[in-house]
């Protein structure tokens, strides 16, 4: 065996394998591009069918379903999974919002449930927060130099000093670092901490606000250069 | 009409007239007066006879009237049911009827094919979004990127992030109108308002808004508790929008709940307000919906909506 195809295979047993089961082939496309960005290996499947066959012939760490499939009901897919194995994350992506939808795949096994349309940076952050309870490749920490986020805990330790952080200041920092070297757009940040309940120029102003705080914050212990703002779109955490 | 019931006078005198003139030339004298009052007295019978069997062809055709307007009251153009009228001995309701059922198929043919087009044309458009925020947020990662484009893009991303919410909107209102929520339920206005204010916390304490509440009863409704939440959201999000002091006021007592706001004398008057996209021009970021889903939700659920403005006060109430 060659030593490349032997890199290959150890590749592919660190990497984290998500399978994506979507029929809007545009949507599929932007999703993929997004994930491998991420460095995630992945593989999608467009109908009924072809996603079960992947799911029963394959494991993922995480398999991302919409509900709306040509050929059947994505719920089914997702008992179908759940029933097979317990360890890979589901994230369901689907225009249904009811209630009863919600609970309903909750209640098959579903670790998440997403409305569409739904920004790349949320789902981004809840596929790492699925693949860190999940498997045990993602610490509970959070580290980038001086900085350290313990998830469990919910601290911030910046430069040895604990941060004193209100709870809308840490689920930014949280979000952004589960997004580093991404820019995160004011609306997607918006969204994440409020759902749809904001008016968007009221919680600009309102993220601003916030996001000043949090550097103040980061900057006083020396970790402010990781928290960037891109002037009229949003925030980075650049590592 | 009255003069027309008057004009029956006419031929009944003419009759009696002639019959006088009659009678004179050809009977014997003798006879004379007997013979007039019989034909007198039929006369007379036969003339309230006739106006008494017009008046009741009148009344019958007018209740047959009365239920055609009553079935037309009745009417719900969101209903399949077919509207269907009782069969008249008149042939001119008969034709009047038909002529109703033809208009009222092809006005509910027009109106399912308009409502089909919206709802469909509202779902349609989210995938596309979707896409186009998503290959902005890709675009957004590229490196090497200047402030130009990212400007460029940020306008992108704003007016699509409008479009997203405009036919969210529009998507929650054809929800409504489909009567997609059945789900009825006792709520408890009191309760949802706490859980909502909650939410808007922030927003209150960073606009310096100071909600003062004033609860005399409880007020319970039999609704869907999701659009008991969306009503009550979008009544607290209008007076925080259009508030143009540091506090709301909400008061809701056993059959009401009110939210009032000091604002601009609006330039709309409250009918117009309720309509779909209609606006104030001064507040840019209202997408004129909002309105528009808290009447329709109110309908759905038998609440009656009331706005009123007392000296820049605007008042919104539902009982």
């Not at chain 2, 006879?31 to 008494?52: E, K, P």
Request: charged share 25%; aromatic share 10%; proline share 2%.
């Amino acid at each position: 065996m060659s030593r490349g195809l032997v890199l290959l295979i150890f590749f592919h047993l660190w990497l984290m394998k998500i399978l994506l089961i979507e029929d809007e082939q545009g949507l599929t496309d932007i999703l993929l591009r997004s994930l491998k960005r991420e460095g995630y290996v992945c593989e999608s499947a467009t109908t009924f069918m072809e996603g079960y066959k992947k799911i029963t012939n394959y494991e993922y760490d995480v398999a991302v379903i919409d509900l709306n499939l040509p050929g059947g009901d994505g719920l089914k897919l997702v008992k179908a999974l759940r029933e097979e194995n317990t360890q890979t994350g589901i994230i369901i992506i689907s225009a249904r919002n009811t209630v009863d939808d919600r609970i309903g795949g909750l209640d098959l096994g579903a670790d998440d449930y997403l409305t569409k349309p739904f920004n790349l940076s949320e789902l981004n952050a809840r596929i790492k927060a699925v693949l860190r309870r999940k498997t045990n490749q993602f610490s509970k920490e959070l580290i980038f130099g001086p900085l350290s986020i313990n998830l469990d805990e919910r601290t911030v330790i910046a430069g040895g000093t604990e941060l004193k952080l209100t709870k809308k200041e840490y689920a930014i920092l949280v979000y952004l670092t589960r997004n580093k070297n991404r820019i995160v757009t004011k609306d997607a940040l918006a969204e994440h901490l409020w759902g749809d309940y904001m008016d968007e120029a009221v919680s600009f102003d309102f993220i601003y606000a916030h996001v000043k705080n949090l550097r103040k914050k980061l900057t006083d212990n020396n970790c402010g250069e990781y928290l960037k703002t891109i002037y009229g779109i949003g925030y980075k955490f650049d590592v | 009409m009255t003069s027309l019931k008057q004009l029956y006078i006419v031929p009944v005198l003419a009759a009696v007239l002639v019959g006088f003139f009659l009678i004179w030339l050809i009977m014997p004298v003798h006879y004379i007066y007997q013979t007039a009052l019989i034909l007198l007295v039929s006369l007379l019978i036969l003339g309230v006879g006739f106006r008494w069997i017009t008046y009741q062809r009148v009344t019958r055709i007018r209740d047959q009237i009365k239920d055609i307007i009553g079935t037309l009251e009745e009417f719900d153009i969101d209903e399949p049911r077919k509207v269907t009228f009782e069969k008249s001995p008149y042939p001119i309701i008969n034709e009047l009827n038909e002529y109703l059922i033809e208009i009222i198929d092809r006005v509910r043919q027009n109106y399912q094919a308009n409502k089909q087009f919206t709802q469909n044309a509202s779902h349609e458009l989210q995938t596309p979004l979707a896409v186009i925020k998503g290959y902005v947020e890709l675009l957004l990662q590229s490196p090497n990127m200047h402030e130009k484009e990212f400007e460029a893009l940020g306008a992108i991303l704003q007016n699509t992030n409008r479009l997203s919410k405009l036919n969210a909107a529009l998507i929650l209102l054809s929800k409504i109108e489909h009567q997609r929520f059945t789900d009825f339920e006792k709520v408890n206005l009191n309760e949802v308002t706490d859980e909502i204010l909650d939410n808007f916390k922030d927003l209150l304490f960073a606009q310096e808004i100071e909600v003062q509440r004033k609860e005399e009863g409880i007020f319970e409704v039999e609704m869907s508790a999701a659009l008991a939440e969306i009503l009550i959201t979008n009544l607290i999000q209008n007076a925080i929008r259009h508030n143009e002091s540091d506090f709301i006021s909400i008061e809701i007592s056993e059959d009401r709940f009110q939210i009032a706001n000091l604002g601009k004398p609006s330039s709309l008057t409250p009918l117009q307000l309720f309509k779909r996209f209609k606006r104030d021009s001064e507040v840019e970021e209202s997408l004129g919906l909002g309105l528009s889903i808290i009447q329709r939700i109110c309908e759905v659920s038998d609440l009656e909506v009331e706005y009123q403005i007392v000296r820049n006060r605007h008042v919104f109430a539902i009982k």
